[in-house]
């Protein structure tokens, strides 16, 4: 786990390199300070089972399994990017890996995953949706005519809130009378738990009872997840509305990734000397990726008239 997260992290940090170069074209959200919460959750899954989740999704697609390699040709607009150059940073796709995308629309995942929760239910596979959306998506109308259908049906469903404290701009205790998110489902008789998501063990555990509770055919679950964006919104934004000594205390007390190295070192599982090796090989990795993404081709201009219809006549 101490491994993906710092994956994801490096991945990331090289992808607001990469747009500041202007590589990367339109929106970049980067998911620094997040990756406890996919990399706990994604821990708890199997092969049957689906995610979708919103823009910030490139952490989500390397804790599916996906190679970085083919993430980050797609966030450079590559033919050999994950969804063929077509997706970028906020679309992105792999039903392979049992990964239904990143959608640019807020909360608009949240209706599809409970839709996803309904085909594993009436396709009988034993597989669970876990659905991911912000604190800013929980004040969306659909994301309660999904909790209804949800709990009404017993889909099994994770709905996974990333309480990151801030909506684009706006704190959660100012576009919230409810900003204890994990109540939300209180209405519907969806169970809620808050979880720190800055904890990447907190998080597995959560992830455990939770598909536990829906495999057991028991019905939806709502896992708030307390954690932090440490960039802004998207690479757009200078992240005005919040101090840097609030980002830098954050970062000094809650890191997922310092603190998952320091359990480590004093359970005796790696030493110093182990993880900046490797340290060394994520780097590499990271390296390798976008060094492949800068080489690669562009799609054939041929390519906008493929993959806009999908059907039989």
């Given at each position: 786990?101490?491994?993906?997260?710092?994956?994801?992290?490096?991945?990331?940090?090289?992808?607001?390199?990469?747009?500041?170069?202007?590589?990367?074209?339109?929106?970049?959200?980067?998911?620094?300070g997040q990756e406890a919460v996919v990399t706990g959750m994604q821990g708890a899954l199997r092969a049957t089972d689906?995610?979708?989740?919103?823009?910030?999704?490139?952490?989500?697609?390397?804790?599916?399994?996906?190679?970085?390699?083919?993430?980050?040709?797609?966030?450079?607009?590559?033919?050999?990017?994950i969804s063929k150059g077509k997706g970028g940073s906020m679309h992105m796709f792999s039903v392979e890996h049992g990964f239904y995308g990143g959608h640019g629309i807020v909360a608009a995942q949240v209706p599809l995953g409970t839709g996803l929760g309904f085909a594993h239910k009436y396709k009988g596979d034993g597989g669970i949706?876990?659905?991911?959306?912000?604190?800013?998506?929980?004040?969306?109308?659909?994301?309660?005519?999904?909790?209804?259908?949800?709990?009404?049906?017993?889909?099994?469903?994770?709905?996974?809130?990333?309480?990151?404290?801030?909506?684009?701009?706006?704190?959660?205790?100012?576009?919230?009378?409810?900003?204890?998110?994990?109540?939300?489902?209180?209405?519907?008789?969806?169970?809620?738990?808050?979880?720190?998501?800055?904890?990447?063990?907190?998080?597995?555990?959560a992830a455990d009872a939770a598909v536990a509770w829906v495999r057991?055919?028991?019905?939806p679950l709502l896992l708030e997840m307390k954690t932090y964006r440490y960039r802004g919104h998207s690479m757009s934004d200078p992240a005005k509305y919040r101090s840097r000594?609030?980002?830098?205390?954050?970062?000094?007390?809650?890191?997922?990734?310092?603190?998952?190295?320091?359990?480590?070192?004093?359970?005796?599982?790696?030493?110093?000397?182990?993880l900046k090796e490797l340290e060394k090989d994520i780097r590499a990795i990271v390296a390798e990726a976008a060094d492949f993404a800068e080489q690669t081709p562009e799609p054939d201009a041929a390519e906008l008239y493929t993959d806009v219809l999908v059907g039989k006549y």
């Amino acid at each position: 786990m101490y491994r993906e997260m710092l994956l994801i992290r490096r991945f990331e940090e090289r992808a607001g390199q990469l747009y500041g170069m202007g590589m990367i074209g339109g929106f970049c959200h980067l998911y620094i300070g997040q990756e406890a919460v996919v990399t706990g959750m994604q821990g708890a899954l199997r092969a049957t089972d689906s995610v979708i989740t919103g823009y910030r999704d490139h952490g989500h697609m390397i804790a599916a399994g996906i190679d970085p390699k083919v993430v980050m040709a797609e966030l450079t607009g590559r033919a050999a990017g994950i969804s063929k150059g077509k997706g970028g940073s906020m679309h992105m796709f792999s039903v392979e890996h049992g990964f239904y995308g990143g959608h640019g629309i807020v909360a608009a995942q949240v209706p599809l995953g409970t839709g996803l929760g309904f085909a594993h239910k009436y396709k009988g596979d034993g597989g669970i949706a876990v659905t991911y959306f912000g604190d800013g998506a929980s004040n969306q109308g659909q994301v309660y005519e999904s909790f209804n259908m949800a709990e009404l049906w017993k889909l099994p469903v994770i709905y996974v809130i990333e309480n990151n404290q801030y909506a684009m701009g706006t704190s959660v205790n100012r576009s919230s009378s409810e900003d204890q998110l994990y109540r939300r489902g209180e209405s519907f008789r969806v169970p809620g738990l808050q979880v720190d998501g800055m904890d990447v063990l907190a998080v597995r555990g959560a992830a455990d009872a939770a598909v536990a509770w829906v495999r057991a055919g028991k019905g939806p679950l709502l896992l708030e997840m307390k954690t932090y964006r440490y960039r802004g919104h998207s690479m757009s934004d200078p992240a005005k509305y919040r101090s840097r000594e609030e980002v830098q205390a954050m970062r000094d007390k809650s890191d997922p990734i310092e603190h998952a190295k320091k359990e480590l070192i004093e359970m005796g599982a790696a030493t110093e000397a182990s993880l900046k090796e490797l340290e060394k090989d994520i780097r590499a990795i990271v390296a390798e990726a976008a060094d492949f993404a800068e080489q690669t081709p562009e799609p054939d201009a041929a390519e906008l008239y493929t993959d806009v219809l999908v059907g039989k006549y």
